[in-house]
């Protein structure tokens, strides 16, 4: 039997809504394990997470001055922690900018960057899109990702 007919046959959205049980479970599990860490390791996670985005951030307005440099304004940037050291962030600049030749060299700059500042306690990856108007927020959001310029 092929995905899509299972798909069919059966009310995958009333399964899915049917999980809240398990999914209010997991992130009960989630919460004891992270009470039971203590004061100490909580504190040290927070500020661990905080200077991973502070990091991200600062890495994010280095790239954006970048573009301005190749006359290229994003329309907006987007983070999303991946995981506790780790971020991706995604920007979005207009579809002629994002077709220009001159775009291809922010690339260098990417990779610059990602190269040098991973370590086992840290790593950023940054992603780019054209923004054509029809950019979701929600769905974005939904993924996991904050919006952070402009």
């Known amino acids: 039997m092929s995905i899509s007919s299972t798909l069919n046959s059966q009310n995958w959205l009333e399964k ?14 989630f919460n004891d ?8 390791d909580q504190d040290k996670i927070k500020e661990r997470l905080r200077a991973a ?14 573009l301005g440099k190749l006359d290229i304004k994003p329309t907006k940037a987007y983070i999303k922690g991946v995981s ?15 077709l220009s030749d001159a775009f291809t060299q922010i690339y ?10 991973k370590s086992e306690n840290y790593g950023v990856s940054f992603n780019f899109t054209f923004d ?4 979701d927020p929600e769905a974005l959001s939904c993924d996991g990702f904050i919006a952070i310029h402009p």
């Open 16 to 29: 899915i809504n049917g999980t809240d049980t398990y999914v209010k479970d997991m992130l009960s599990f």
């Open 33 to 40: 394990g992270y009470e039971a860490r203590g004061v100490d």
């Open 53 to 66: 985005v502070i990091n991200s951030l600062t890495y994010t307005h280095e790239i954006i001055s970048e």
């Open 84 to 98: 506790l050291v780790s971020l991706t962030v995604l920007i979005s600049v207009s579809i002629d900018d994002y």
């Open 108 to 117: 260098n700059s990417t990779y610059k960057i990602e190269k040098e500042s």
């Open 132 to 135: 054509d108007g029809n950019i």
